[in-house]
């Protein structure tokens, strides 16, 4: 049978696929030694084991066959050895390339994150989109999405008098919410040290964490203001591969923040927002970075650590855990801001596994909410991000992404989960301790105008006394350091007759206890301390460089210490353990609270 010939479309791709070649993705496209370690870090692969065509490796080969046949001399001289002599030909191979560009990748790039070799299949998968959308072939999702982006310059078409009353609706009711004259959201304010784009969910169904955000805003004194345009901080040419859309989304926020003459663009809870605002879109958009811009997180945690918000974790005393967007987390190194927020607005934090680079997408990303045909594949892809939450124990789901807000409420909804999901703005405005409302002062509306009367940021181990235990000065150096940044009290012993004679004096609320020290070692000095009255009851948690001592320590004839650390520890955990254990002890010596 006679091979058919290229389409136009095909041809037009081609001359597509050229333009797009740089070092980066001719190295990812050369790279793939095809050895399958990236494979059971996809989402896809995980819930369809037997099919070899969700792998990352197949995925990134649609468009290594175009390659290695126009680019490459292996694939012009032997076409049949590099798998060039299967390029699509049809407008029919079209579609199959549009369900596996579109409909098997998130472009997640969690697989990348497990290649020796540094392929970057998401960069290729979005070439693919790149190239099929050129031609006019895409999900009816992702063109409507585009068509609203291009033409309305949001990706929900969301109309600009809507926006506007939206935003006079939460302006009023914060207004009225607080009786403050000066509680308002500012539109278009020449001047304004920031300014604030946001995600078009927030107008069309979530406007409550623009009010939230005004709030903060307010409570922080801040000079700040929202665009009447260029106020979408979303980017569906990062989804679709058009970089022609994805430049002009980021041009329109960086001209209107220019016209403003703003000092910088504040971007809401939106990981891919973040990303293509801050990161991709100046160079689509080909300037260089205009003015410095920001995720509200780190606007936030800026704020309680500066002290012009003040927060009540206990406000929000529920079981949380950490969602990380894809796109903050993996492409944007955006890990632990979120977490050090979080640990200072709510009581109980606990990581889900894996998480940080190599976190599961929440499998809405990419774009895949917009694209419906593919449901039903991208909940059964979802059980893995369901797993990974039920295993937490956990009554919320924290994540800084609208999309990802998404993607989660879906999947709990399919697989039945116990939990809900908020962002990081819904905690911090719950628990932001308002002056006027609690301790009777005015707040500043613009930073430096009025000293604001605040009580102290409740830091972790606040009000705490923790007795250091450790035979080595720079690890009781390093550990009071942590500890007292913490907000804690700390006292120190350096072997065991010290430790004891201390505890029993000063009653520490909790002892971190080194095993391994010279004259009374660790062991010792613990098994004392369970049998004193006064101390028995004092929790412990064990730092050791020595894991042989971990069994010797849980086989004494006495309760067992209340925490277990291998040296080196990590600052943040180390908080984290501790206050863990002081809030389970309190709970267990007074049930009521
Ligand atoms: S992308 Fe990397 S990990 Fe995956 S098959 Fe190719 S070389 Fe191996
Ligand atoms: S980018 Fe994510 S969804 Fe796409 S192949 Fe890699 S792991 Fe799978």
């Not at 049978?1 to 696929?17: C, D, S, V, W, Y």
């Not at 989402?43 to 126009?70: G, I």
């Amino acid at each position: 049978m006679a091979t058919p010939a290229k389409t136009h479309k095909i041809r037009m791709m081609e001359q597509q696929l050229q333009k797009k070649l740089n070092r980066q993705v001719v190295g990812s496209i050369v790279g793939c030694v095809h050895c399958g370690m990236c494979h059971t870090s996809c989402h896809y692969v995980l819930t369809h084991p037997d099919d070899p065509k969700m792998t990352p490796s197949y995925k990134a080969d649609q468009l290594r066959k175009l390659f290695k046949r126009n680019h490459d001399w292996t694939g012009r001289a032997f076409p049949w050895w590099v798998g060039a002599d299967k390029v699509p030909l049809t407008d029919d191979d079209l579609t199959k390339l549009q369900d596996i560009a579109f409909g098997t990748c998130t472009n997640c790039r969690r697989c990348t994150f497990n290649c020796p070799m540094g392929v970057d299949t998401a960069t290729l998968n979005r070439i693919m989109r790149g190239l099929l959308t050129h031609v006019g072939v895409m999900p009816e999702g992702v063109r409507v999405v585009s068509k609203d982006q291009w033409e309305l310059g949001n990706q929900m078409g969301v109309l600009r008098e809507d926006y506007l009353d939206t935003l006079e609706w939460m302006s009023e009711e914060l207004e009225e919410d607080l009786g403050h004259a000066e509680a308002t959201i500012p539109v278009d304010r020449e001047g304004a040290r920031i300014m604030y784009a946001i995600n078009p969910r927030e107008v069309k169904y979530d406007p409550r964490t623009i009010k939230e955000a005004a709030l903060i805003f307010w409570a922080a004194g801040e000079n700040w203001t929202m665009p009447s345009e260029g106020w979408d901080n979303t980017n569906f040419g990062l989804f679709s591969g058009d970089d022609g859309l994805g430049g002009t989304c980021g041009q329109r926020e960086y001209d209107k923040a220019r016209q403003l003459g703003v000092e910088k663009i504040v971007i809401s809870e939106c990981g891919h927002g973040y990303r293509s605002t801050r990161c991709e879109a100046v160079n689509w958009a080909g300037e260089a970075q205009p003015f410095p811009m920001e995720s509200s997180v780190m606007t936030m945690l800026g704020y309680i650590k500066d002290g012009r918000i003040t927060v009540d974790p206990t406000r929000n005393a529920e079981r949380v855990t950490f969602h990380d967007s894809c796109n903050n987390a993996r492409s944007c190194g955006f890990f632990e801001e979120p977490r050090e927020l979080l640990r200072l607005v709510t009581m109980d934090f606990q990581e889900m596994y894996p998480n940080r680079a190599e976190n599961y997408c929440c499998t809405g990303g990419g774009g895949a909410m917009s694209m419906s045909e593919y449901t039903p594949r991208r909940l059964k892809s979802a059980k893995v991000k369901a797993d990974q939450i039920a295993a937490t124990g956990a009554k919320i789901v924290v994540t800084s992404c609208h999309n990802c807000v998404d993607g989660l409420n879906d999947l709990i909804k399919h697989y039945k989960l116990d939990c809900k999901v908020m962002q990081l703005v819904d905690l911090v405005a719950n628990a932001l301790v308002l002056p006027t409302r609690e301790s009777g002062a005015e707040p500043a509306t613009v930073p430096g105008e009025v000293e604001i009367a605040r009580p102290a940021v409740a830091l972790p181990l606040a009000g705490r006394t923790i007795l250091v235990v450790d035979d080595e000065d720079d690890v009781r150096v390093f550990l009071k350091a942590v500890l007292e940044d913490a907000g804690a009290r700390v006292l120190e012993a350096a072997d065991g007759d010290e430790a004891i004679a201390v505890a029993t004096a000063e009653k520490p609320d909790l002892i971190t206890l080194d095993l391994s020290m010279p004259g009374k070692d660790g062991v010792e000095a613990f098994t004392e301390l369970r049998r004193a009255p006064g101390t028995e009851e004092i929790p412990v948690c064990v730092i050791t460089g020595h894991p042989e001592f971990r069994t010797v320590i849980y086989d004494r004839p006495v309760a067992p210490p209340e925490g277990y650390m291998s040296k080196p520890v990590d600052e943040d955990q180390l908080v984290e353990n501790l206050h863990r254990i002081l809030d389970l002890e309190a709970k267990h010596v007074h049930p009521t609270n």
